[in-house]
Structure formats: structure tokens, C-alpha cells
């Protein structure tokens, strides 16, 4: 158990930009910071960091707070797993007492295997420089590779003896239990017994994000000639591990990432480790599966450019093709560098010096649509395979979403290949109606797939809404037209501070107090981008929205703003200043009173229903006293409350 003294010193020590930083690219933002939400798909930054306050928050799904609990929800770990690793960070002493048995039982099954992998990993790396058999066969075939012992010690690389049960005799004398050993895949169990997985092997961790040892990867050796490789095995899933969610060496890789705002992508283990002992350390390895969208997801948190650097044979070529699309969709730039035939990065790296394979990196990688014409349309003659192959190209470029790249890309192919740009423009047209149209039916299929439940909500505050309302509309409406405008300017707080509120950030914080969110997420989504670039230079909503990428964003914001061009704009004024001020300060004045009004409409909207709700579930409650009396006494706050709230709507409004 930690001291109180000791949590607050670690409290007090962590730094909330220093934290999200190690997951987050962070961008200032006025006095804050924002970067992409680690929590949901976020593809404008909505996640925000305050380093005045020391939380973080975003405006999208809502998770953030504290540096401790910013670690528990993205880690999936306890509070004092959250204290510990803060504590490492700012070189905190915790004093931690041996834990019983009873204690070691209470251990959450997840924190027990990263507590037994940190074990194997350290016993893996010591047999490889303290065991004699380490040293001669594990040793030798890493100096075989020219792997130094700085290396070695970044990565953690180790050895597996070749006796059959050498590491599972090992953990459970130091009390380790057996289902954890296989739960982790160290060890394999069947009826004939317990034995290691990874016998005989060269050993490589796999760290995740947050430097937690979550994985194994073992390289067999031949025994007889001691350093030729037959074969890798790779640990299985489990409830820490799950291959499609992790990439080899982000771990060491991630603050060169955010350095040289770009990663490199391999195929294997000693492909970024020699990638690192050249002197380029913005590199991961996907050990040679397709890349999954949550690879890319975790990628795009610290750069949004990518380069794909594989061998030039025709793997390699396959390789770089796979998970293209994908990698486009997610707003990623991508570019393509495949080596010299009969070369892999890891050969390629280990024969030239850090500035030859830097320079060589810079003068031939090429963007991917360049890449891929070269392969297809610029290497066939046959109508119908070109046809294909343009096909091919102007789908891939369709699905990259921002709309100005998307051009750029269009107009460079279609001057490439000598083809009018109005015909590819209309083809790839077709492919972006065909997936918005593939993503509907998958949205009414999901539907039709959900049960119909009846959520019933006990506390006498306002609920989330659950209705489609007008006010609602007339809300975001405002937050469309005139988001960025201050309507509270220099509001002094309770601690002495001050404070301005725009449209969109008065009406987020007044409906956050009570949790409240819109009914639609295309609403939640436009108000929480509205907040969160408010603080840009030159950002003005209505030209924001209506030119978004998100076709369904430009219609909705279209639709709310075409009224109010038709009758003449936001507030016209003569050639006299002082009538121009005098003009806008009205504005502002009615700005605010209008939204004070919807928003206290809005909280109206929702007490009433929820009343509706309340009395329609007193109609069904049978017999049940207890539940009566419940939802008799939450009928009576909610009335209480809407009285109240009525009663100030039905006078002026006083700020």
C-alpha cells in the first residue's frame, strides 16, 4: 500500500503534457494543447490538455482527467498500478512491502501476467549473459548478426535454454503459478505435462506502447551450426496481448516518431533492430501480417506520415501493397521504398552508415500513388489490365479524406497518365457513393441487429437525451453559424481567475455539468470540433462546417446557415465605425441571450420527458412498493427542478 504523503508527492510531481505526451502528439493550442483522442477514431484533434489545470478531456467521448486517470482508462490499469508508473517516471521512491500470499491471490489476472512476462523477460535476458549455453549459442547468434550489446539492452533481447522445461521449473520455485505461465503462452500444457514454448530460442519482448512487456517472439536456432535460423513462434493472444493491436518496437520507436513526425514500417524483429543500430530509430515492424486499423489507429496519435520500407522482390512489392487502402482512409500519407533486390532493411542497414541509408531513405522513397501507377498502369500495354489497374488507383484515392489531397492526388495521377481529370473525377465519385452506400446498409444492419431495450435512468438530474428535439437542432444551429463569437468575455471565476466562453465552448461546458449530450452524433461531433478549434487563428464555424470533409458534417451545416444568407447575413452597419461597434455589441447582446435561452429550453425539453418516461414506468410497476416509491420520489425532484427551470425562462434573463 502507498502512504498518503507519497501519492500526494506523485500527484504533485506529474505533469499532465508530460504524460498524454508519451502516448499523444500534442500541439499548443492558445494555452493549452490538443491532439487526436486516444480513445476513439478521432480524426480532428478533439482531445485537450490543459497544463494550467493539469487534466486533460475530450470533447468527443468524453474520457481524460488527471494524469492518474488518464493512465488507468488508456493502460486499463488500477489506481495504484497508475501511481506506480508515475512514480518510475519522475523517479519517485515507493517503498512497496512484500506481498502475502492472500495478496498475490487478489491480484487482477491482467497485472499477474504483466507481472509474470516482466519476470520471463528479465530471466530470458540474464540467461543470455550470465548461462553458459546463453552465451555461447543465444550471444553468438545476435554478434552473428552485428547486433552491439547497446542493443541488446535497449531491446531486452534474450535466450531460452534448450532444455525442455528450463524456464517454467524456474518461475514456479520463485512461486509463479502455472496457469499464468500458459495463460501468457510461455509455457504449452498438455496431458504429458508442462513444458516451454520458446526452447532453444533467440528471445525478443515485445513492449507495448507504454513499455509493458506483453509479448514473445522466439527465433529458432540450429544447434549444429549455432546461428542459422529456421523459424519464428510468436506467443498467442491473450488478455494483455493481441497481435493485430501492437507493433514491434513502438516502444523504443514512439518519441523519434514524434520528432521526425514520421514511422517507418518493416516486416521484422531484426529489421528494426538494425534500422536502430544505424541510427534510425522511427521505426516498427508489423512482423509480416497486414496492417489492422487499430496499427493505424495507434500510428496516426504520433504522425500522420508513413513510410513503407520493405525488400524489392516480389514480397516485398505484396507487402507494400497490403493495407494500402486502409492506411489512405485513415488520413495517413503514405510512401513507398523498396530496397535494392536481394537486400531486407536489416542487410541494406548493417552495409552502409547512418547518412548513407538516411540519404538513401530521403532521395528514393516515393508516395504511394506514384509507386503503385509505376507498378500497374505504367508497366502494361494490355487495355483491359490498364483499365484495371487506373481503376485500381482512383479507388485508393477516393477513400483518403481530406478532400484537398484527394484533388492534388487526382490532378498529379491524371496528368501522369494523360487522361482527362473530369473522367477520373466522375469514376472515383462512383466508388465514394458505393461506400457511403455500403456504410448505411452496415449501419442498418447493425441496427437490425441490436435488441430493443428499455434503459431506465434513477438519479433526479437532467439524463442524456434520447429524442430528437427542435431546440436541439436550434442549438447546433448556433454552434454552426456562430461558434467561434465570444458571448462571455473576461468572466471572473470563483478562484480569482478570468475566463471567456465562446458559443461553442459556453454551450459544451453548461451541458457538460449534468453530462448532458445530444441526442446525434453528428451533433456531439460538431460541437466537440467546434470547441476544440476555437482557439485557431482565423477559425470561423460556418466556413468550417460547411466545407467539411464529412459530407454528411456540409450538408447538415449547409442546410442550418442557407436561411439566415437569404436574409442578409449576421448584422450588416454603414461606412460609420461607431454605428459598425454599436451594431456588433447588439449582436453579441442578442447572440447571448438566444443561447442562454435554448440552452435552458434544451434542459426543459429533457425534464419533461423524462417526467413522460417516469410516469410510464409508474404504470408498469405493479405491485413492486419499493420501485414505487423510487420513481415516486425522482417524479417529484424532476418536477421540482422543471418548475424551477420554467419559472426562469418564463422571466428575463440577467447575466
Known amino acids: 500500500m502507498i502512504d498518503r504523503a507519497t501519492v500526494d508527492r506523485i500527484n504533485d510531481a506529474a505533469k499532465i503534457v508530460d504524460v498524454v505526451g508519451e502516448f499523444v502528439t500534442l500541439k499548443k493550442a492558445g494555452v493549452n494543447y490538443k491532439g487526436l483522442c486516444p480513445f476513439h477514431d478521432d480524426r480532428n484533434p478533439s482531445f485537450m490538455v490543459s497544463p494550467t489545470k493539469n487534466i486533460c478531456h475530450c470533447f468527443v467521448c468524453g474520457k481524460g482527467g488527471t494524469p492518474a486517470k488518464f493512465l488507468m482508462e488508456h493502460e486499463q490499469i488500477t489506481y495504484p498500478e497508475a501511481l506506480r508508473w508515475l512514480a518510475k517516471k519522475y523517479s519517485i521512491e515507493i517503498v512497496e512491502k512484500e506481498l502475502t500470499d492472500e495478496e498475490r491471490q487478489e491480484q487482477s489476472e491482467r497485472e499477474s501476467m504483466f507481472i509474470v512476462n516482466e519476470w520471463a523477460k528479465d530471466w530470458f535476458h540474464d540467461v543470455l549473459k550470465n548461462d553458459p549455453d546463453g552465451v555461447a549459442i543465444g550471444r553468438q547468434y545476435f554478434r552473428s548478426r552485428g547486433i552491439r550489446d547497446d542493443i541488446i539492452e535497449k531491446f531486452q533481447l534474450g535466450y531460452s535454454p534448450q532444455k525442455r522445461d528450463a524456464l517454467a521449473t524456474a518461475a514456479t520455485q520463485k512461486g509463479y503459478k502455472p496457469q499464468y505461465l500458459v495463460k501468457t503462452g510461455l509455457c504449452i500444457e498438455n496431458e504429458r505435462g508442462m513444458y516451454d514454448r520458446y526452447s532453444g530460442r533467440a528471445i525478443f519482448p515485445w513492449f507495448n506502447v507504454s513499455g509493458k512487456v506483453v509479448a514473445f517472439g522466439g527465433r529458432v536456432l540450429d544447434s549444429r551450426t549455432k546461428g542459422v535460423a529456421q523459424k519464428y513462434v510468436n506467443s498467442p493472444d491473450s488478455d494483455i496481448y493481441h497481435k493485430e493491436r501492437e507493433l514491434y518496437g513502438i516502444y523504443q520507436a514512439k518519441k523519434a516518431i514524434v520528432k521526425e513526425d514520421r514511422v517507418f514500417m518493416v516486416e521484422g524483429y531484426t529489421d528494426v533492430i538494425a534500422m536502430h543500430q544505424a541510427g534510425v530509430e522511427n521505426v516498427v515492424a508489423n512482423s509480416g ?367
Not at 468 to 475: D, G, P
Not at 635 to 652: F, I, P, V
Request: aromatic residues 6%; glycine residues 4%; proline residues 3%.
Open 289 to 655: 501480417t497486414a496492417l489492422s486499423v487499430y496499427q493505424i489507429r495507434m500510428l496516426h496519435r504520433f504522425t500522420n506520415n508513413i513510410t513503407l520500407l520493405y525488400d524489392g522482390d516480389e514480397a516485398g512489392i505484396h507487402a507494400a501493397m497490403r493495407g494500402t487502402d486502409m492506411l489512405l482512409a485513415e488520413g495517413m500519407n503514405i510512401k513507398v521504398l523498396l530496397l535494392p533486390d536481394g537486400d531486407d532493411p536489416d542487410s541494406f542497414a548493417r552495409k552502409h552508415s547512418t547518412e548513407e541509408l538516411k540519404k538513401y531513405i530521403t532521395e528514393q522513397q516515393t508516395d504511394f500513388i506514384t509507386f503503385k501507377a509505376r507498378l500497374t498502369v505504367e508497366n502494361t500495354e494490355d487495355p483491359v489490365k490498364r483499365s484495371e489497374a487506373i481503376g485500381s488507383i482512383v479507388k485508393s484515392i477516393s477513400v483518403i479524406p481530406d478532400q484537398i489531397l484527394r484533388s492534388t492526388y487526382l490532378t498529379d495521377f491524371a496528368h501522369r497518365i494523360n487522361m482527362k481529370e473530369q473522367t477520373l473525377i466522375a469514376e472515383m465519385n462512383k466508388y465514394i457513393r458505393a461506400d457511403i452506400e455500403e456504410k448505411e446498409k452496415e449501419r442498418e444492419r447493425e441496427e437490425n441487429r441490436k435488441p430493443e431495450t428499455t434503459t431506465e435512468v434513477h438519479i433526479p438530474t437532467p439524463p442524456v437525451s434520447t429524442a430528437i428535439s427542435k431546440v436541439e437542432q436550434l442549438l447546433v444551429r448556433e454552434i454552426v453559424r456562430y461558434g467561434e463569437e465570444v458571448i462571455f468575455d473576461q468572466i471572473e471565476t470563483e478562484d480569482g481567475g478570468m475566463i471567456s466562453f465562446t458559443v461553442a465552448q459556453y454551450i459544451d461546458y453548461d451541458l457538460s455539468q449534468d453530462g448532458i449530450i445530444f441526442s446525434q452524433p453528428l451533433y456531439n461531433q460538431i460541437l466537440a470540433e467546434a470547441v476544440a478549434r476555437c482557439g485557431d487563428e482565423g477559425f470561423r464555424a460556418e466556413t468550417y462546417f460547411c466545407s467539411h470533409p464529412d459530407i454528411q458534417v456540409s450538408q447538415l451545416a449547409t442546410s442550418l446557415v442557407i436561411d439566415r444568407h437569404q436574409l442578409g447575413g449576421r448584422f450588416q452597419f454603414d461606412n460609420d465605425e461607431k454605428d459598425a461597434t454599436v451594431l456588433h455589441q447588439k449582436h453579441i447582446e442578442r447572440l447571448r441571450q438566444r443561447v442562454l435561452h435554448l440552452v435552458m429550453d434544451y434542459r426543459l425539453d429533457i425534464l419533461e420527458g423524462r417526467l413522460k418516461e417516469i410516469q410510464r414506468q409508474l404504470q408498469q410497476v405493479g405491485s413492486n412498493v419499493e420501485r414505487m416509491m423510487q420513481l415516486l420520489k425522482e417524479h417529484k425532484e424532476t418536477k421540482e427542478l422543471r418548475d424551477t427551470l420554467a419559472s426562469r425562462l418564463g422571466s428575463d434573463l440577467v447575466v
